[in-house]
């Protein structure tokens, strides 16, 4: 299958990020897609794909996390700095 036909549909995406909280390894969610069909090769997607969209979602998850930590500490440091002029 060529690569920019390997896409993962909305079913399997959530699926992933059910098992990713659940804390199942990549390879143990890539062999449950695989036991639902029968067989690894009518799955349209190969074990790398899962791996990269759980590394894609968890760097995007700590880049929204340390932007609003990056708020936070900018608004206490302001608002420190507003008590202390009165």
């Not at 899962?50 to 880049?63: H, K, L, S």
């Amino acid at each position: 299958m060529l690569k920019q036909y390997r896409d993962l549909s909305m079913f399997v995406r959530h699926t992933i990020e059910n098992n990713k909280k659940a804390r199942v390894r990549p390879s143990k969610i890539y062999q449950s897609f695989g036991a639902t069909t029968d067989c690894h090769w009518k799955l349209s997607f190969i074990e790398k794909d899962v791996r990269n969209y759980i590394t894609r979602e968890v760097r995007n998850t700590d880049d929204r996390l340390n932007f609003s930590m990056c708020i936070l500490t900018r608004s206490l440091e302001k608002f420190k700095h507003n008590s202390e002029e009165m």
